[in-house]
Structures are given as C-alpha cells and as structure tokens.
C-alpha cells in the first residue's frame, strides 16, 4: 500500500462552479497511482466540492441561482462579518459536499460518462481555495 497527498489552490472569480478534475488526474499519474481510494477535501467553510456530469453554462446557473434562493443574500442573518453573502454561504456548504471520496482502477477515477469534480464557490468576491487530495492503494511498479 502507497500513501500520496497534494494539495492546490483553485482561483476563482466569484459564484460559480470550477472544474479540477484534471488536477486530480495529474496528482495519479505523478503518483503512478494503480488501485484505491482518492478523498478531495476543500479547505473552506463558504465553498464546497461538487460532482457533477455533463455540466454547461446553463446548469452551472441554475445550480448558482436554486442556491441563492435556497440560502438568499437578504441581509436577515445575524452573522455577516465578512459581507451579506458570508453566512448564505455558510449555509450552502452545509447543504453540499466539503470532499469526495472516489475509486481509482487502473490508474483513473472511476467516473461516470462526462462526469468530474468541481470547486462550489459560494462567495461573490473572488477567492483562492485550496483543495487537499490524498491517495492509499497500490502504485504501478517501475
């Protein structure tokens, strides 16, 4: 058994959904990675991970408005130290995922059709996340 981790900042331009799969794909091939579990972890409370497939311009608005609804930016919260979206965003992190655990055969995610891992930015001020990835399972020999 084989222990890897990494972890990367993803910038993002405010509310939406950023796409890293390819970040997590590079982190297997470095690894040499073969076999096992891969856990994706964002280090944040106002942003979350999500997994999604067949994502396009019009989903990732929708997503990022049925959010808003659900969690809205009306100033009737008591916590608001860092602008009126910081305890919606608060909240919307709760609803969602902060990481991921997923399969890894034969060096690559076992992903759905069009599937991939995306940074949740819950925020409408631009932000750095960081993302901590880690692996445990088998490495390819040589």
């Not at 994706?40 to 497939?53: E, M, P």
Request: proline share 3%.
């Amino acid at each position: 058994m084989e222990f890897f981790k990494t972890s990367f900042g993803i910038t993002t331009s405010g509310k939406g959904l950023y796409e890293f799969t390819h970040n997590v794909v590079d982190f297997l091939e470095q690894m040499k990675a073969k076999d096992g579990h891969l856990t994706c972890t964002c280090q944040h409370t106002t942003a979350s991970i999500a997994l999604l497939g067949g994502v396009d311009d019009e989903m990732k608005r929708d997503l990022v408005a049925f959010f808003k609804r659900l969690a809205p930016e009306d100033g009737s919260y008591s916590h608001h130290n860092t602008g009126l979206d910081d305890m919606p965003s608060h909240l919307k992190a709760v609803m969602t995922l902060p990481g991921v655990a997923l399969s890894v055969s034969g060096g690559g995610l076992m992903l759905g059709p069009n599937q991939g891992l995306f940074l949740f930015e819950h925020r409408e001020e631009a932000q750095t996340r960081a993302i901590s990835v880690s692996f445990i399972g088998l490495a390819k020999s040589g």
